[in-house]
T-cell receptor, first 115, second 110 residues
Framework: EAGVAQSPRYKIIEKRQSVAFWCNPI?????LYWYQQILGQGPKLLIQFQNNGVVDDSQLPKDRFSAERLKGVDSTLKIQPAKLEDSAVYLC?????????????FGSGTRLTVV | DAKTTQPNSMESNEEEPVHLPCNHS???????IHWYRQLPSQGPEYVIH???SNVNNRMASLAIAEDRKSSTLILHRATLRDAAVYYC???????????FGIGTKLQVIP
């Protein structure tokens, strides 16, 4: 099966600019996650969707970050305006559902550098 | 506020077994133990998961302590391609947030 697709692979922007990341999950996976991974740390959950509804966005900085999952398939994550501390790898993951036995499939991520 | 504790780094010689420990003393009765690994410049990939019994698959084995407060991921013969960061996470039901710690960076020495 095809994996989780993310684009772009790399992005460099200046602070206060905006940026958007795109994710296409595995077909049939109802649950989609966006994680932020700062260098040397583990992934941190930003937002979790079940189909096209948000089930957890408690760690999403909502003053600058937004995410949507239209039609319960593809998803975009946007940052506006970006800050230097947003430099990180943004990982998208999907799973069949949210059962305890459902594993995650991650994409390769988008490496964002804010200068 | 990771719910699991792992050593920051470990080394292993190539073709020898590797035992990666994880402590999860606050595990609840319904939490499954999942292991993922992250190769350089890639997203994490699933390795194995279990609840109470020891588990085996083509990638690794998972040994779970009787009291479930710790577990060990076993790579039977480490290869250079196993050099990665290994994460142990707890996954409960009902949309409980999963927290990744910093994991164990495994170095495999030729």
């Amino acid at each position: 099966e095809a994996g989780v697709a993310q684009s772009p692979r790399y992005k460099i922007i200046e602070k206060r600019q905006s940026v958007a990341f795109w994710c296409n999950p595995i077909s049939g996976h109802a649950t989609l996650y966006w994680y932020q991974q700062i260098l040397g740390q583990g992934p941190k959950l930003l937002i979790q969707f079940q189909n096209n509804g948000v089930v957890d966005d408690s760690q999403l900085p909502k003053d600058r970050f937004s995410a949507e999952r239209l039609k319960g398939v593809d998803s975009t994550l946007k940052i506006q305006p970006a800050k230097l501390e947003d430099s990180a790898v943004y990982l998208c993951a999907s799973s069949l559902g949210d059962r305890v036995t459902d594993g995650y499939t991650f994409g390769s991520g988008t490496r964002l550098t804010v200068v | 506020d990771a719910k699991t504790t792992q050593p920051n780094s470990m080394e292993s010689n190539e073709e020898e077994p590797v035992h990666l420990p994880c402590n999860h003393s606050t595990i609840s009765g319904t939490d499954y133990i999942h292991w993922y690994r992250q190769l350089p410049s890639q997203g994490p990939e699933y390795v194995i998961h279990g609840l109470t019994s020891n588990v085996n698959n083509r990638m690794a084995s998972l040994a779970i302590a009787e009291d479930r407060k710790s577990s060990t991921l076993i790579l039977h013969r480490a290869t250079l391609r196993d050099a990665a960061v290994y994460y142990c996470i707890l996954k409960g039901g009902g949309y409980q947030k999963v927290t990744f710690g910093i994991g164990t960076k495994l170095q495999v020495i030729p």
